[in-house]
């Protein structure tokens, strides 16, 4: 244990070498980024112009939205459900809405405000803030899914032709998911999530031969779309409330598994997975909290602990090398998420989870990594966990895969506002930089919230 310590400090000193290099590039990055500011752009991008006029809104020009970078409520039908949950960003309404007179002149409520709404059911929101949010892409999919089957098996012709019509039109929604690849680097938060999705499709979860990391894929056939997770982390039997994730154990997984297996994960280009989504916040956090037990000898692990600046200094240079070696991997245009922390669902607090987190998104912002905020999101949603750490099945899930796909879907050039796809992804992805489309101005909107 105590080499880790050790080996936080050789692993600084490496750091120290490759961060002259990354800086570098960095700059060489950044540079080459003229600041277009939002896309206005509306014809030129589209190779499909059948789509475009069909899916083309009111509006005429592209903008850079992020719904789930919005104030806004997660929505869901019931709290078992995983259709119909949605993130519901505020772009209206609210400060609009009337009501006539909230209480009489006794005081009285005449307007009824509260009622049995636990998570936002039925009658709530309003429909016109749900046609703003974003894209139920994981419904619709599990939608084009049991629709296909019912075209297999359905024996009335008038029937078979009606779901026939739904599946054609589904197709020309979710075309652009063939032949991609999502990679998802992170716990056992990420690899539950990941088999959530793979299991809503009855897409049988692979496991690597490993023995001391995870590595799970899955390939969901309606598009031949492949998820794959890597794990860091303390995997099996040998875990306990002690165990961590020390640098060279990362090192170690990296070297031992994630690299040898990474030119099997490739998408579209056939160069690299379309998107890769990554963190290892509760580990980190993990880390720092066993490096300070072991400081002061103590058994107990102290969680309300707030991490110094060298500890952060230490996770950034992880986080950079994490980001420089999947970049090295795959090539620099690789779009990469960083995923924000989901905290524990226990008593003991989170602090350091906390302060690593922040340094994460301040980090993203100088390594030009865009958020996936769904840690911000769903905090305080314990009750939809599975146990301390991994989220159920459930809308959370749901949540985390519309999200997912969202991103997915304008990497391949697919431009959603509030709500429209105002354009599809073409079909020849070779021609387009979906990505950078609103990137600059993604990371120019970065917002340090917590
Ligand atoms: C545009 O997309 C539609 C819908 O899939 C397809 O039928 C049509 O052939 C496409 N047109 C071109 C020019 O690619
Ligand atoms: C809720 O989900 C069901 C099943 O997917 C769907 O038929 C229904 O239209 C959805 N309701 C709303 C308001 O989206
Ligand atoms: C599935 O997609 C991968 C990645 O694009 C591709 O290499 C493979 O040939 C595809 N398989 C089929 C059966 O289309
Ligand atoms: C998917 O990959 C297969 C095999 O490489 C290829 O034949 C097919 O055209 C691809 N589909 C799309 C939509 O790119
Ligand atoms: C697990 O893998 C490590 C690294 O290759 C090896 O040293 C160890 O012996 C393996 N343990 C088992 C139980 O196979």
Redesign the pocket.
Known sequence: MQSSLYGAKVLVRILLAATVVGALFLTLQFSSKLPTGAIEEPAEHSANATYENKLTSSENSYKCINPYAQPGFIWMETRNTVDNTTWVPFYSGLLDEQFAQLWDAKGVPVDKIIDDTRYFPNYFPPNDLLKSAPTQWFQLMRQYKSVADTVSTEKSPDRKEASTKTLQELEQQL?WL??RSLLVVGDSVDETLVSHLCNSFDATLEYGQTNDTSIVSCNIREW?LTVTHWQFGCVGHHCSNVAGETLESIDQKWNQYFIPTSGSVVG?NGVSPDLIIFQFGLWGEQFFVNQYRQYVHWRRLDYTRTLNYKELVVYTQLLRRTVSILRDLYGHSVPILYRTVALKNTKEQDMPALNLDSAARYACRELDVEIMDFGWLMRGYYSFYSDDVNIDNGPLSALWANMAFWYLFRSQGGVEVRGDLVKMPD?DVTTVDGWNMCHDSFMRDLKIRS
């Open positions: 075309y063939q032949n031949n579209q079909t």
